[in-house]
């Protein structure tokens, strides 16, 4: 489906031909129409399928076409979990809006909160968050969402991971009138707690599903080897780094550290690298991921913290140098490559110490992979016996046991949440948030 068939104002189709779209994906073609008439919607679709499209052109269209609903709040808040993802959505929307009279913020963590509360001053019409950073502003009354239209939430099901539920619902209570439309993004609609979430922001929402979290890229070629310790996976990392033509590659590390040793040894391979973690400031991690998105240097060495937000197109290939601990990971941070139509490769580097995330990602994904061997560089290590079922006591050790074992407690301890300012709280009470604002009323309008 051409993008002109959806009916966009004329200013959002000259945006989109300047980007050099013209063609929507499937996940556009099934959710833009729905959300252009007005409805909640409930969508999920595998990383790089081009949901922000999905939502912002809708967006877009809708602050083109409708009155606002007050003339001091923001028109669209986009919520997103991560700062780098963030800053991703952030930059697709500025070159959306790039000739239009309308202004976008970024509001995220890491960076200073009173220039944030500057921009918020200046009265957006977009913005994009995260969710913790966001409800700091709405407790110091820095903005309110009474006349919020549109509320996107993308990859809510990692805001959820993140331990971003309560920020969710507090933001989704700031903006709760009648009026307000909300568009849900999720890697997988199949989860308790994303349908808990999904029915108290959302009012009867369409459902828009294109395949499941874990179906697999077409255009990504999975590639797995076997290894028996940590100089063999560095020797198999070198042998492919320095033998294949690659254009640029992430290699994903389990710890920071990780990430600072291995880049060093990629360097002396004579490849030019930089490491990428969360021990860096905001605005060195920015740095780097920018430098690394104008093609400054070949190989990113990164923990989890690029797994999601970057989409280079010249990435060919991911190395999994150690396998993420939860399988759901595995999708992302092969996501990186194989994007906007160009084939990738990813390859994982299995060894005893992996055995039993790499067979938790295949009971994720479904498949069973075929392993690969590497001439001079062959593993002795053929992978781990499943573990063997436990023997069954007899009755009276069980009743034994049973007397010796201390007393569970049935009350569930409270995580604390931090803000800005150093304060803790519990539970809901960190979210609390002041009573909405009342001298603005003459600002609501009717829908047109």
Known sequence: MLFEEFGFDNRILKAIGHLGFDEATEIQARAIPEAMAGRDLLASSKTGSGKTLAYLLPALHRVYKKKALSKRDPRVVVLVPTREL???????????????????ILIQGGENFNDQHKLLQKDPHFIVATPGRLVDHLKQRHLFLDGLELLILDEADRMLDLGFAEAMRA?????????????????????????????????????????????????????????????????????????QTIKQAIVFTATKSDTVRLSEIVAGWGLSTQALNGNLSQSARNKTMDSFARGQFDVLVSTDVASRGLDIASVSHV??????????????????????????????????KDWVNFKAVEAFLQKTFSTEVVEGLEPKFKGLAPPKPAVQANKKTNVKEQSRAPK?????????????????????????????????????????
Request: with cysteine.
């Open 86 to 104: 963030a800053k991703q959505v952030y930059g697709q929307l500025r070159l959306l809006l790039a000739s239009s009279r309308f202004t976008s």
């Open 171 to 243: 933001i989704n209570v700031a903006a709760s009138h009648r009026q307000r439309q909300t568009l849900f993004f999720s890697a997988t609609l199949d989860n308790t707690e994303v349908s808990g979430i999904a029915s108290e922001l959302l009012r009867e929402p369409s459902r828009v599903a294109i395949g499941q979290g874990f179906d697999e890229h077409t255009d990504i070629t999975q590639h797995v080897l076997l290894c028996d310790h940590l100089d063999h996976k560095e020797a198999l990392l070198k042998h492919i780094l320095v033998g």
């Open 319 to 352: 190395f999994n140098f150690d396998l993420p601990k939860q399988a759901e990971e595995f999708v992302h941070r092969t996501g990186r490559t194989g994007r906007a139509g160009f084939k990738g490769d990813a390859y994982s580097l299995v060894g005893p």
């Open 408 to 448: 569970k407690s049935s009350k569930k301890t409270q995580g604390k949440a931090r803000f800005h300012d150093g304060q803790q709280k519990d539970g809901f009470e960190a979210f609390k948030l002041p009573p909405k604002r009342f001298d603005d009323k003459n600002d609501m309008g009717d829908e047109d």
